[in-house]
């Protein structure tokens, strides 16, 4: 597998920023920075009912977005082999105008697009679920091991990060030059994601301390966990 290489143009016009297109990023970094910090991805497929958008958790190795779900998942099992979209999207504030039509918010958000296909080997698709867990919290190490029941019961699909591009909105409101002397408030309302201090299980019998992967994310955000990546999944 290829990691796709930075560029500083839209990998095709489907993934080119359009409104506001000075916002648009298409460095392969930048993608990869917002994946990074983001925590779901809302995936689109495109079924015999009609469209279908899904909150799914993810993981990537900079090459592959891999996404999973129970073996009768309906969004993956429409998806393999099809033309899907994903996305993650970052809130970072609310951007307050002096009037509602200037109202916006201020986000990182990334656009991935292409064929998605299962991953049926249990070497690649383990790796791809080690991945897509310990992006959420790296605890794979620390858990019981997937078995072979739990490996049958999951499907595991891979989309290409090679045709995504990247938006960033940060800053001000943006008003008309009329209203700035006017008496309207305007600025923004910074939102800040952080991970609190692990709760113990109700049921638990076992060590009540929190593996320390776990216990060093109070306190952090999202973009802030540690990456354990060792570089691309090979299949």
């Known amino acids: 597998m290829e990691t796709p290489s930075a560029i500083a143009t839209p990998a095709s016009p489907r993934v080119q920023v359009r409104r506001g297109a000075a916002r648009g990023k298409y460095q392969h970094r930048d993608v990869l920075q917002i994946l990074d910090a983001g925590l779901v991805a809302h995936v689109g497929v495109?079924?015999?009912?009609?469209?279908l958008v899904l909150p799914m958790a993810y993981g990537h190795d900079g090459a592959y977005l891999y996404l999973h779900g129970a073996l009768a998942?309906?969004?993956l099992n429409e998806g393999a082999g099809q033309e899907i979209?994903?996305?993650?999207?970052?809130v970072d504030g609310l951007v307050?105008?002096?009037?509602?039509?200037?109202?916006?918010?201020?986000?990182?958000?990334?656009?991935?697009?292409?064929?998605?296909?299962?991953?049926?080997?249990?070497?690649h698709k383990l790796a791809a679920l080690k991945l897509i867990t310990d992006h959420i919290a790296a605890i794979w190490d620390s858990a019981r091991p997937p078995s072979q029941t739990d490996n049958r019961k999951t499907l595991v699909m891979a989309l290409p990060l090679t045709e995504s591009s990247a938006k960033v909105r940060d800053g001000d409101p943006i008003d008309e030059p009329a209203d700035v002397e006017g008496p309207w408030w305007a600025g923004v309302v910074p939102i800040v994601t952080r991970f609190a201090e692990p709760l113990v299980a109700a049921d638990l019998q076992g060590n009540p301390n929190p593996p320390a992967s776990l216990a060093g994310l109070a306190g952090c955000r999202p973009e802030e966990r540690p990456r354990l990546r060792d570089g691309p999944v090979e299949p």
């Open 46 to 51: 495109t079924t015999p009912d009609g469209p």
């Open 85 to 90: 979209c994903a996305t993650v999207t970052c």
């Open 96 to 123: 307050v105008a002096r009037t509602p039509f200037h109202n916006s918010m201020n986000y990182r958000s990334v656009v991935v697009r292409g064929a998605a296909q299962h991953i049926t080997e249990t070497p």
């Open 73 to 75: 998942n309906h969004l």
